[in-house]
C-alpha cells in the first residue's frame, strides 16, 4: 500500500507536462496504480474536451459588422478638413492682395477705436463658432462610444 | 484581398490600415479572431440573440478603440479581453453570476450525474457493463461543462480548445495568473469528479 498519492493538481500538471514534475513525483507515478489511473481519467476528460464541437456563430458576424462601420475613406476624405481650410486661407490671401488699396483706404479712414470696436467683435465671433463646432464633433464621436 | 497574404500579415500594419481609412482591413481583424470570441461569448452568454448583439458591440468597440490599441498585447488577445468585458458587462446587467460560490462540490456534482442519468435513460446508471458511445459522452460532457460556472467555462474553453497559455488568459480576464491556474485546476478536478462514473464504467 502507497501512502501520499499525487494531489489533484499535481496529477494535473503529470498529464499537461510531466516534464515539469519533480523526481520523486515521477517516480510515484511509475508504481503507483491509483495515481495512474486518477491521470488516465484526467487524460480522457482533456481529450474530450478537446474534441468538444467548436462554438461558432450562425451569421456572417463579418458582414453585419461592416454594415455598421464609416464607408472606406480615401486619401480626399481623410484630408478633407485640411484641404478646405487651405482652400479659405487662400481666398483670404487672394482677396487681400487685390483689395489691398482699398483695405489700406478704410484702415487710414476709420479712427483706431471704430478699427477695434470691428475687429474685436469678429474675432471673438469665429472663435465661438469654431468652439462651438469642435464641441459639436466631440458629442458626435462620443456617442459612437457605446460601454 | 489575397488570402495569403491576410494571414501573414503582422498585427501591426493591419491595424495602421484601418488607422488609414481602410475598413477593408477591419474585416481581416475580425477573421481572424472572430473564433476567439464565439467561444467566449458562447461560454458566457446562454441567450442567442444577445450573443449577436454582444458580438456585433464587440466589434464596434474594437473599431473606435483601436486607436488606444498600443500592441504590448496580440491583437487578438485584446480583442478578446474587449469580448470578455462585454460578457461580464452583460451579466452584470442581467444580475447572473460569474463565478458560484465553491458550494459547486464535486460531491454535488456526483449526485446529480447520477440523476440526469436515471431520468434521461431509466437503467443505465445501474448497468456497469452497459459502454457508453464516444457520442454519449461527448454529449455528457458537453452537458457537464456547461453546468459549470460562465468563468469556470470560458477558462477551460480558452486553455483547453483556443491552446492559450496561462498568461495570455489572465491578460484576457484581468485575473492574477496565479488565480486562472487555480480556477482552472478547481474546474478540471469537478468536471473529473463528475464524469468518474462514466470513465470507471468504460475499461480505462
Ligand atoms: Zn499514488
Known amino acids: ?147 | 484581398m489575397d488570402l495569403k497574404f491576410n494571414k501573414k500579415l503582422e498585427d501591426q500594419p493591419l491595424v495602421e490600415r484601418v488607422l488609414h481609412g481602410d475598413t477593408n482591413a477591419f474585416q481581416v481583424i475580425i477573421q481572424r479572431t472572430e473564433g476567439l470570441v464565439a467561444q467566449i461569448i458562447f461560454k458566457m452568454v446562454d441567450n442567442k440573440e444577445d450573443r449577436k448583439d454582444i458580438a456585433q458591440d464587440v466589434y464596434l468597440k474594437v473599431f473606435q478603440s483601436l486607436k488606444g490599441f498600443r500592441f504590448q498585447s496580440k491583437l487578438s488577445t485584446w480583442v478578446g479581453q474587449i469580448a470578455y468585458n462585454s460578457a461580464v458587462n452583460y451579466l452584470r446587467k442581467k444580475k447572473l453570476v460569474l463565478v458560484e460560490n465553491s458550494s459547486d462540490s464535486e460531491d454535488a456534482g456526483n449526485i446529480s450525474l447520477e440523476s440526469l442519468y436515471s431520468a434521461e435513460n431509466g437503467s443505465l446508471a445501474n448497468e456497469a457493463e452497459n459502454i457508453l458511445s464516444k457520442k454519449e459522452l461527448a454529449g455528457i460532457l458537453k452537458l457537464e461543462i456547461d453546468r459549470l460556472s460562465p468563468l469556470f467555462k470560458t477558462l477551460v474553453t480558452l486553455y483547453h480548445n483556443e491552446d492559450l497559455s496561462y498568461s495570455e488568459i489572465a491578460e484576457i480576464t484581468q485575473l492574477p495568473e496565479g488565480t486562472v491556474k487555480s480556477y482552472l485546476f478547481r474546474a478540471r478536478k469537478t468536471l473529473r469528479n463528475r464524469l468518474m462514473p462514466m470513465y470507471k464504467m468504460e475499461q480505462l
Open chain 1, 1 to 147: 500500500m502507497i501512502d501520499n498519492h499525487l494531489t489533484d493538481i499535481e496529477i494535473q500538471e503529470y498529464v499537461l507536462d510531466a516534464s515539469q514534475c519533480t523526481k520523486v513525483n515521477l517516480d510515484h507515478m511509475q508504481v503507483c496504480g491509483h495515481c495512474r489511473v486518477k491521470a488516465t481519467q484526467y487524460k480522457r476528460l482533456f481529450a474530450g474536451i478537446e474534441g468538444q464541437e467548436q462554438a461558432a456563430f450562425d451569421f456572417d458576424l463579418a458582414a453585419l459588422v461592416m454594415e455598421k462601420l464609416p464607408a472606406n475613406k480615401n486619401l480626399w476624405d481623410t484630408y478633407f478638413e485640411w484641404w478646405l481650410a487651405g482652400f479659405v486661407l487662400l481666398v483670404f490671401v487672394i482677396g487681400g492682395y487685390f483689395l489691398r488699396t482699398d483695405l489700406k483706404a478704410l484702415r487710414s479712414s476709420l479712427t483706431p477705436l471704430i478699427f477695434l470696436l470691428i475687429l474685436i467683435p469678429v474675432l471673438a465671433l469665429l472663435v465661438f463658432l469654431g468652439f462651438d463646432m469642435y464641441k459639436a464633433y466631440q458629442k458626435k464621436m462620443k456617442a459612437l462610444n457605446f460601454y
